[in-house]
């Protein structure tokens, strides 16, 4: 497999790349780490031509998916690769907001993003177009699950040869969500930064375009795409507050990026957001950092079920640091118990069934409710990104079973006696 010697010429407003520590500024090539500090890069933007020409009706007459946002992410192709990614549902929330005590709070529901049914689909979709631009053949990633379902899905669609690296303890849903499409699966005995450490030598190797190693600038774009989301389906106005899962850091350093992107283009108005992160105790190296006052990650062992979220030494762990504290919010870590309680509440009260980063988040969410650190009349926006249908593992066992009966209504009645007492045994008071 080659790449080519040379991209293509940026259209409207990508630039090319920036390192965020140094400014060095680069040929948008397959590279993400300066050459200079090791500093990590970024894409640029000319966003003074953006603000002449972009309008929300140019941005509403566009596909129903993250390509409607085509100006803002860092492609050249008039015929990206849209796989109808992106344009996930808002929900109002009403149950789960009376439980907590909100008033008005939104889930941002990426558990049923296409084609894959998780956020990875927006920056996998990006990455992928970028690679077929600088024209990769083969693609790979080092993946907790997620990532690699996308990552095979949409290369298939794209007719690239696909090769995936993932840790050896995954659920039984992802890598059959991967095994699926057909391409070569890696399972590497050890945890995820161990895969990507692995994956970081065969880049250098074998030349493949690996969306989060060589391609990560461009593939951390599409999470731009969730900021951009919420501020169009909330009526072009930002929200006051957001809660969305930590791993590596990227997404939530994105959704910031997008909001920030769009006051300066003059499609919203600024406004203050606060920045909510939420982790497992078992792999929380970004919460204990707040909690403590530092402005350094210590890497640790991840020991969680939340698989896709455990990343024990974030990349971009301490620029989400920076954004949670000068945006006044916080960023709380919840245990393993509390993932599945979370899982379960939200199932219970919105009929979303999320994975354990959802169930992190709203875990989270619960707790800084609790703490008295959302203001009820905040409009709190919560962000889904994944499917439980991935992680049936984790709340088997929880959930109860079926009631086995026979044929025959005298049955069913005695069933249905029986699941009645058991409600009203379960059953307590909720107070809000």
């Not at 895969?195 to 599409?222: D, H, K, M």
């Not at 999470?223 to 929200?239: H, N």
Request: charged letters at 25%; aromatic letters at 8%; hydrophobic letters at 35%.
């Amino acid at each position: 497999m080659t790449q080519a010697t040379a991209s293509r010429t940026a259209t409207a407003s990508f630039k090319g790349l920036k390192c965020k520590e140094c400014g060095a500024e680069y040929e948008p090539q397959a590279l993400h780490v300066c050459e200079f500090c090791f500093g990590p890069l970024e894409v640029s933007y000319d966003f003074s031509e953006l603000s002449r020409t972009i309008t929300r009706e140019q941005i509403e007459s566009g596909p129903n998916s993250i390509w409607r946002y085509r100006s803002f992410l860092p492609v050249t192709s008039d015929d990206p690769i849209d796989v109808g990614t992106g344009m996930t549902p808002l929900v109002k929330s009403n149950r789960l907001a009376r439980r907590l005590g909100l008033k008005h709070l939104y889930i941002k529901n990426d558990a049923v993003n296409m084609p894959t049914l998780s956020f990875k689909d927006r920056v996998v979709s990006v990455a992928l177009t970028r690679a077929r631009e600088l024209g990769f053949t083969t693609v790979s990633c080092a993946s907790t699950g997620n990532l690699a379902n996308s990552t095979a899905a949409i290369a298939t669609r794209a007719g690239l040869d696909c090769c995936v690296f993932i840790p050896s303890d995954l659920e039984a849903g992802k890598v059959m969500g991967t095994l699926i499409y057909g391409p070569t699966v890696m399972s590497v005995e050890g945890n995820y930064d161990q895969v990507n450490r692995l994956c970081s030598e065969v880049a250098n190797t074998q030349g493949w375009g690996f969306v989060n190693i060589n391609l990560r600038p461009y593939y951390s774009e599409g999470s731009k795409t969730l900021g951009y989301e919420v501020a169009e389906q909330l009526g072009w106005e930002l929200p006051d507050h957001i809660v969305a899962p930590l791993a590596s850091g990227s997404l939530f350093t994105k959704i910031y990026k997008g909001f920030q992107e769009f006051v300066q283009v003059g499609l919203v108005d600024q406004k203050d957001v606060r920045f909510s992160g939420a982790q497992a105790e078992g792999c929380s190296p970004i919460a204990q950092a707040f909690r403590e006052g530092r402005d350094f990650i210590d890497p640790i062992k991840p020991n969680t079920i939340a698989k896709s979220i455990a990343i024990g030494n974030p990349a971009d762990g301490v620029y989400a640091l920076d954004i949670a504290r000068k945006t006044n919010g916080n960023i709380e870590s919840v245990t393993d118990a509390e993932i599945i309680d979370g899982i379960k509440l939200l199932a219970e009260t919105e009929g979303i069934f999320t994975e354990t980063a959802g169930g992190t988040t709203v875990a989270v969410l619960k707790k800084l409710v609790e703490a008295g650190k959302i203001d009820p009349d905040e409009k709190t926006v919560v962000y889904i990104t994944g499917n439980g249908l991935k992680t049936q593992e984790a709340v088997q066992g929880y959930v109860g079973e079926p009631l086995t009966i026979e044929p025959k209504l005298d049955s069913f009645e005695r069933a249905l006696e029986r699941s009645r007492t058991l409600e009203r045994l379960d059953w307590q008071p909720v107070l809000v």
